[in-house]
Nanobody, 113 residues
Framework: QVQLVESGGGLVQAGGSLRLSCAAS????????MGWYRQAPGKQRELVGI??????NYADTVKCRFTISRDTAKNTVYLQMNSLKPEDTAVYYC????????WGQGTQVTVSS
């Protein structure tokens, strides 16, 4: 069972940046699929971006603003978020898939206008 712990959320002004971290309980070298989702109040959880097999895909709404990276030495996946907008406000969840899918507890990101 993979445990995921997110951190790095907070309050930021529009146009600002944040970097979220997702620390995994085991080596991410062997976890092929990892990524980030988000859920805004009253909305369904949606994909932000996901890495699989060495490639990364992003939602159109965050493309060119958000970047996912992996540090296998630290068993950590990052989500660098730049040019943040109020509509990026949501709880952000880390996701990993081996045989099963695993979720972190989420971290709140609030972007003020």
């Amino acid at each position: 069972q993979v445990q995921l712990v997110e951190s790095g959320g907070g309050l930021v002004q529009a146009g600002g940046s944040l970097r979220l971290s997702c620390a995994a309980s085991e080596s991410i070298f062997s976890i092929n699929v990892m990524g980030w989702y988000r859920q805004a109040p009253g909305k369904q959880r949606e994909l932000v971006g996901i890495t699989s097999g060495g490639s990364t895909n992003y939602a159109d709404t965050v493309k060119c603003r958000f970047t996912i990276s992996r540090d296998t030495a630290k068993n950590t996946v990052y989500l660098q978020m730049n040019s943040l907008k109020p509509e990026d406000t949501a709880v952000y969840y880390c996701y990993a898939k081996t045989t099963f899918g695993y979720w972190g507890q989420g971290t709140q990101v609030t972007v003020s206008s």
